[in-house]
């Protein structure tokens, strides 16, 4: 059975940095993308970040510059540092993985972050 499991979500002011944390079980080298999507209320949930297993990356406009998405094999987690962070960065924020057989979806418990002015 395939988790993933965030951390790293909480209460900031506008400016400030967060790191968060998504966690795979078994080994991430199983999954050939690994995003972080967001979902604020009333919103639909639109990605943020991903990571090939080759490394690519690929963000949304909104967050360019500001968030970097990373991956370490060793310990089977991917992270997203946001920086410079913004009130209409508040959301819920998932992990997602597809495995590089089948291209099974997976996702996590999500992460509140949320960002006052």
């Known amino acids: 059975q395939v988790q993933l499991v965030e951390s790293g979500g909480g209460l900031v002011q506008a400016g400030e940095s967060l790191r968060l944390s998504c966690a795979v079980s078994g080994s991430i080298d199983s999954f050939r993308l690994v995003g972080w999507y967001r979902q604020a209320p009333g919103k639909l949930r639109e990605l943020v970040a991903s990571?090939?297993?080759?490394?690519?990356?690929n963000y949304a406009a909104s967050v360019k510059g500001r968030f970097t998405i990373s991956r370490e094999s060793a310990k089977s987690t991917v992270y997203l540092q946001m920086n410079s962070l913004k009130p209409e960065d508040t959301a819920v924020y998932y992990c997602?993985?597809?495995?590089?057989?089948?291209?099974?979806?997976?996702w996590g418990q999500g992460t509140q972050v949320t960002v006052s002015s």
């Open positions: 997602n993985a597809v495995r590089r057989i089948g291209s099974i979806v997976y």
């Open positions: 990571i090939t297993s080759g490394i690519s990356t």
